[in-house]
């Protein structure tokens, strides 16, 4: 069997370098400057952002880096390291949305975005991408090029929202509307957030629920693997990811029906009631006999208690508890594959022989129908345990996945 690729993080230096020198070789001049932001891992929390309720990222170092200069015209050149020969343009006058076709409409949008939140300073602008964030690996490289692409217009421009966590949300909107509305890839927060808010060492915990200010959405939770003799394992399972075909979307609009039906705002309601009750089960159970749709019901029985493990897991992990933190993962993939039947086979196996090889806990992580998963394991178990689902991919007929080191990373920033 062959042996399974680890795909290890450029750092800064590589990266800026590698981002400056296609930026030179393709636009003929030197960048303003060099960015970077991280892909980034939810440890749980799945399919609860848009529902307002509470998810727990941290930042991967594995990081995309944007070299970019402004123009004194409206027209957007974009080139990545994935394709270096093939530059992509638009011009932002005039633009609407939807307007921009391929990968472009992801940094093209943030800009347009800008524009359209009344930053008429933010105009045209040379960039060059280089990534080492696994595409399609359900660990958020779209976000890391849209904050990345912020935080690099923000500077340029010297709008001033780059320099705490709070002004920072008014970049993360620019991204969160770039995907949205110009890509039109739905999603509902968490990405963007972990993106440009997580610190070191730490996992975001973000709450999601309407209304709160940007000092009020997160906490900062220590997350420090080695304290416990642990690792944690990405494993990208490299079935085809998509969250533009409609599943996606079809899911949170669900949600929000079963929200209508229930005469609550958001499902976060329905949660924050249940865990205040006597007996959460039958309060869960009355909810749930009051929709009429059986995939509905089990819809919202997964958002109603996958936001209910997230804290649960915060806590279990604080004081060491390994077992129940792995069983939290456990409930979470089961749910994942089960109520809300976002899992493919790949996603299932690899979290099936991660367990068998000896993981506190395994599930699926990002959006599902593809992606990557993530298993909680013993310090130097990883290699090992990702050798294991390689083996069994094999035998199955799967592609043959990749593996990524992770740890508690920091947020975007500029690196040169």
């Known amino acids: 069997m062959a042996q399974v690729e680890f795909i290890e993080a450029m750092g800064d230096e590589q990266g800026a370098q590698q981002a400056a020198a296609l930026f030179r070789e393709r636009y003929g001049k030197d960048p303003d400057g060099v960015w970077a932001a991280p892909g980034r891992v939810n440890l749980i929390g799945e399919h609860t952002d848009y529902n307002g309720g509470l998810c727990l990222p941290i930042a991967l170092p594995h990081r995309t880096y944007v070299a970019l200069g402004a123009r004194d015209d409206t027209t957007v050149r974009v080139v990545s390291d994935v394709a270096p020969d093939t530059v992509a343009e638009a011009d932002l006058d005039g633009l609407m949305a939807g307007g921009v076709d391929g990968w472009a409409a992801y940094p093209v949008g943030v800009a347009w975005a800008m524009r359209e939140a009344g930053f008429d300073q933010v105009g045209g602008f040379d960039a060059a991408f280089a990534s080492c964030v696994p595409l399609g690996s359900g660990l958020s490289s779209s ?79 220590p997350f420090d693997l080695g304290r ?35 005469g609550v705002a958001n499902l976060r309601e329905v949660a924050d009631a249940v865990d205040a009750s006597d007996d959460p089960q039958q309060a869960l159970d009355d909810v749930l006999a009051r929709l009429s749709d059986e995939t509905m019901r089990k819809r919202v029985r997964h958002v109603v208690t996958e936001i209910g493990r997230v804290d649960q897991f915060i806590d279990a992990f604080a004081r060491g508890d390994m077992q129940e933190a792995g069983a939290l993962f456990n409930a979470s993939h089961d749910s994942l594959r089960d109520d809300y039947e976002v899992t493919v086979p790949e996603l299932d196996v690899a979290v099936d022989v991660a367990r068998a090889e000896g993981a506190y806990g395994a599930r699926m992580t990002g959006g599902g129908f593809g992606g990557s998963i993530i298993a909680l394991v013993d310090a130097g178990a990883s290699e090992r345990i990702a050798q294991r689902i390689a083996d069994e991919f094999a035998r199955r007929g799967f592609r043959a996945p990749r593996a990524l080191p992770a740890y508690a990373a920091a947020a975007s920033q500029c690196v040169s």
């Not at 968490?190 to 709160?212: F, I, K, V, Y």
């Not at 494993?235 to 996606?248: F, K, S």
């Open 228 to 262: 416990y003799g642990l690792e944690l394992l990405v494993l990208d399972t490299r079935a085809p990811h998509q969250l533009n075909d409609g599943q996606y979307e079809a899911r949170r609009t669900m949600c929000e029906q079963a929200a209508a039906l229930l």
């Open 143 to 221: 976000a890391a090029m849209t904050c990345s692409t912020a935080l690099a217009l923000d500077d340029v421009h010297a709008l001033g929202f780059s320099g705490s966590d709070a002004s920072r949300v008014t970049l993360i909107d620019a991204a969160i509307r770039a995907e949205n509305d110009m890509a039109g890839a739905s999603t509902g927060g968490l990405d963007q957030n972990a993106s440009m808010r997580c610190t070191e060492g730490h996992a975001l915990r973000l709450d999601c629920r309407p209304g709160l200010s940007a000092l009020e959405n997160v906490e900062q939770e």
